[in-house]
Structures are given as C-alpha cells and as structure tokens.
C-alpha cells in the first residue's frame, strides 16, 4: 500500500495525550468536545486511530511507527461505522493473523505475530451513511504506515522473483523496493551494463515507504535493474525490476472480437465478445449491430470491467461486452459489429457467423 502524506500537526488539546484519565469527570468533558466537533464543520481533521498499549492505555499515532517484526499490534478507530484499509496482500491470502470487529463506539484492528511483509500503510476513517449510501468523513480519518523491522528481511517480501514496471510519461512510475528498516541505506543498479543508477532527488528519488520514484518517466530508464539496502550488516539484495516504457496513445478504444465459432448449426448458442484494454481510469461504453436486429431477434448483452494488476505503479482496465443468441436461426447469419467508445473516439470491430 502506498503512503499516504503525513498529516499537518495541530495544536494538542487539553489532556489529550493522557495515558489514563486522572478522574472519571474527564469523560462527560470529552463527550462534549465531540458533540461541538460533529457540529462544526469548519474544525480541522482530528485523528481518529490510536494504539492500544496495555489495558486501557492508548497511544496517538504518528505519521510513522517501527516496530521489530514478531510483535503483536493491537489499533482502534473511534466511531461505530468504521473503515479500514491495510497492505493488500493480508485480504489476497486471507491471513488468519488479522482480525479487525466493530464494537460500539470503536473498531479495533489486531494483527498477531507480524512479519517484515507487514509493512505498510495501515489507514482508518469514518463512514456516514444515509440509506445504502455512504461516504467518507473526511474529518474523522487516522494513518501510520508501519515498519516492521527485521534483520534478515530488509526488503519487503514480494511473492514473486521478478516483477514488470510499466513507464508511462504521462504518470511517475514506482520501483516498489520499500524497506523494513527507514533508516537503512538503499541504492539502485542498472544489472546491463553493470552500474549504480544515480538519484539526484528531482528526476529519481527514494521513499522508504514507495522505493525509487521517477515522477517523468522516459525511454532512457528503461532496461532490468535492483536494489541493494545497507543497515548494520551484509548488505541485501531486492528482486529484480524489468522497466518497460510504454507510451500509451491518447485515443479511442484499443479493440478486439471474438465469436465463438465463425459457422454455426442451426439452434446452436453463439457467444460474441467486444474487448478493450485501456487505463484504469477511463470508462468505455459498446453498442452493438447484429443481422436480427431490425426484427427483433432477442439476445442477451452483458457489459462488465475488471483491472487487472500488473505490479505497483501499473494497472489495466479490461472492459468487456458479450452479445449471446441462444437459438441460432437462419435471421442470425451476417455481421456481428461492436462499437466501443471513450471520450476520445469510438473504435468499430466486427465479426461474420456463417450457416454449417
């Protein structure tokens, strides 16, 4: 998960940083604040994430917090509709450490017995709801991005060897070497020919809670490359990185069809598929011409996306159309046509389907 940036500070309230109230007359005062701040709109984003030390002692969060791996965390948000966000690979293998439950006036979030892969942002906010739908309370959020510290890991693990970084011009590009350590010294090679690539800080930098970034990518970074981190001790070597530039046109649909068989027996079902791969972020619409359509030919079209995630940093769109005629008849034979189209234009593909 990628850092988020820190949050500016703001002058502490009274008794705020209290491990444990002197006094149970403390609470009702509290109470209180909380009612002004949900009335006042204009007050600046307060916290909502605090660690859970020992029984009933907390501790506010900073922008970060290090950790030695093999430790238990427990974190609450303040609030009974929370939402978190976590390192993305804890949901992709369903890991049995993390356990998080809404409780009455707070979520807690428990992750036992961390390993260096566990590092990363680790984010909370309040959702209000008005029937089924609900939004982010931009003023009851909290963050820490959390170094889990380990020796023979300085390097986050990955679950693959090797990875394919996409340079696109238009959007900075992440070699995603991120550290377990913050304060280990972390270089980056070119491995052909064999060299130390220079960060100057403007045209590539290093984040410890990104790894290198290149905000203008060009051609001239391309080529397979790692890092090497340096902290008290034999100095580690990361997986490699293969940087691919691609300079994505700014145009209409990049697209394909595809029908399940070009000649089809009579009563037979013929599935067409209208493909685009594009950016994540762009929305393409289809339509579709087919030989029944002035009858009325019923058939059934179905659009849908998914991205597919291709390492940090690039991600692909893949937006799909399927026109399916369940009873193929004679009125079916002809030209199957798919029109796909996005803000920049509109891309026309087709297909014929014979009669056996």
């Known amino acids: 998960v990628i850092g988020q940036p820190a949050k500016s500070k703001r002058p502490k309230e009274p008794g705020e940083n209290k491990i444990k109230p002197v006094n149970k007359r403390v ?56 939402t978190w966000s976590y390192p993305s690979y804890l949901d992709t293998f369903k890991d049995s450490r993390l356990s998080i439950k809404q409780l009455d006036r707070h979520s807690q979030l428990i992750l036992a017995n961390s390993t260096a892969a566990d ?31 380990d020796k023979e890991e300085l390097f986050v693990p990955t679950p693959s060897y090797f990875e394919i970084v996409y340079l696109n011009p238009d959007k900075p590009a992440v070699i995603p070497c991120r550290v377990t350590t913050p304060s280990a010294k ?10 130390e690539i220079e960060t100057d800080g403007t045209d590539i930098f290093y984040d410890a809670k990104k790894g290198f970034v290149f905000p203008h990518p060009t051609s001239d970074h391309k080529g397979i490359v790692y890092c090497k981190a340096e902290s008290q001790g034999a100095p580690q070597i990361s997986i490699k990185y293969h940087l691919l530039y691609v300079e994505v046109p700014k145009g209409p649909p990049s697209t ?15 599935r067409v598929v209208c493909t685009v791969l594009g950016e994540p972020d762009v929305d393409v619409s289809f339509r579709w011409q087919y030989p029944g359509q002035e009858s009325g030919r019923p058939v059934i079209i179905q659009n849908f996306w998914r991205l597919i995630n291709r390492g940090i940093g690039h991600t692909t769109r893949i937006s799909k159309s399927v026109l399916l005629v369940e009873d193929f008849e004679d009125t079916d034979v002809g030209n199957y046509v798919c029109i796909a189209q996005n803000l920049q234009g509109e891309t026309t593909v087709a297909t014929k389907v014979e009669l056996k």
């Open 27 to 82: 609470k009702p005062k509290n109470a209180k604040m909380k009612e002004r701040e949900s009335v006042d709109s204009s007050l600046k984003s307060q916290s909502i994430l605090t660690q859970v030390m020992d029984k009933g002692h907390f501790q506010k969060l900073a922008a970060t917090l290090s950790l030695a791996a093999g430790q238990s965390i427990e974190l609450r948000c303040k609030g009974s509709n929370v």
């Open 256 to 270: 394909s069809i595809t029908v399940s068989s070009g000649r089809a027996g009579l009563s037979d079902r013929v």
């Open 186 to 195: 972390v270089t980056l090679h070119r491995e052909f020919p064999a060299e």
């Open 119 to 149: 590092t990363g942002e680790y984010s909370c906010w309040l959702q209000l709801c008005n029937g089924n739908k609900c939004r982010k309370d931009e003023t009851k959020t909290g963050s820490t991005y959390i170094f889990f510290t």
